[in-house]
């Protein structure tokens, strides 16, 4: 397999297939044996926005791509290059089935579950905040029951409805569902990032009973950045196998993002996301998502430009930490 499409890094965001970096097209039935050590796929998929927000993050995958062909794959800054240090594929989108959340989420989960058994990191990127329900549960089964998992929730809003409207699966059943997981304890459950009016006295109280873990935007500007994240993260790493992150671009400030579907203000600034993805990168990551994308709400592209940024310094920081380079 070619390290990438690319071979002068010379950024192609007008010519050839689209693919995270110009990296191969690799599906994740051929991903077995190909090396890879980290792969993106799509969920092209807002067919269970349960909530208020904006329609518009089936768009979220292919933004992505175009904003990563800006960039180059090596980075001076940490002397790594993401293809020598993963062998980096793009598995291309999720298959799904319209208008049918549950059967979708079978389908992405089957994706993700193959590219964990071929030893590589799935990186998924919606798509509506429903992509961590089968997300989290594909590293759930992949870990077995005799593991233990931690899950991370990087948001505006808690998710933690029980049901809306007779559905489990929603936008805004992340917290809730990976509770349900077997061998997630709720000890190793936090939310990073909540704030605004988004939010529900019945999704505070249910975090409240399940002793879920909730670091409020309002916690972090009242305390020392790097102490309390790391308070945060130790909570959600404390004894288990493997962590799964949920990155949904709302965290982040809407004068920095504002191309999501939940856009709040005074959430995280450029340079605090792109640190924390750092922080996260550094204790090493089993599976990510990134989901609420919209690039409909923002022509300039600044806002999947800066969630590339964080995706790629979470892979930096893991190659420099967890990989033998």
């Not at 909570?235 to 671009?249: C, K, M, N, P």
Request: aromatic letters at 8%.
């Amino acid at each position: 397999m070619t390290a990438h499409i690319r071979p002068t890094n010379f950024a192609a965001i007008t010519s050839g297939i689209l693919s995270v970096l110009g990296a191969p097209h690799v599906p994740p039935s051929q991903l077995e044996g190909s090396g890879a050590k980290a792969a993106f796929l799509g969920f092209p998929f807002d067919g269970a926005n349960a909530a208020i927000e904006r329609p518009g993050s089936a768009n979220g995958p292919r933004g992505l791509r175009i904003a990563s062909n800006m960039c180059f794959p090596w980075s001076f800054e940490w002397d790594i290059d993401l293809f020598e240090a993963f062998g980096l594929v793009d598995c291309g989108d999720s298959p799904l089935a319209i208008g049918n959340a549950v059967r979708t989420h079978e389908l992405v989960q089957h994706e993700i579950d193959t590219i964990l058994a071929a030893g590589a990191i799935p990186i998924t990127v919606g798509g509506d905040h429903s992509v961590c329900v089968p997300g989290a549960r594909a590293l759930s089964e992949h870990l077995g029951p005799d593991k233990k998992m931690g899950y991370l929730h990087l948001d505006a809003h808690l998710d933690a409805g029980e049901e809306i409207g007779g559905e489990f699966q929603t936008n805004c059943s992340g917290l809730v569902r990976a509770g349900d997981l077997p061998n997630v304890d709720h000890k190793n459950i936090v939310a990073i990032g909540a704030r605004g009016t988004i939010n529900v006295p019945d999704w505070w109280t249910a975090v409240r009973n399940r002793n879920i873990a909730v670091y409020t935007m309002r916690d972090i500007r009242n305390n020392d950045f790097e102490t309390i994240l790391n308070e945060a993260l130790d909570r959600a790493w404390d004894g288990v196998d493997g962590v799964y992150v949920s990155f949904d671009t709302d965290v982040i400030d809407s004068a920095y993002a504002p191309g999501t579907t939940g856009p709040e203000p005074a959430g995280f600034t450029g340079p605090e996301i792109i640190r924390l993805g750092q922080m996260i990168g550094e204790r090493g990551l089993s599976a990510v998502d990134n989901c609420e994308l919209a690039p409909i709400y923002d022509p300039s592209g600044i806002t999947a430009r800066l969630v590339w940024e964080v995706l790629s310094q979470m892979l930096y920081a893991h190659a420099k930490y967890n990989l033998p380079i």
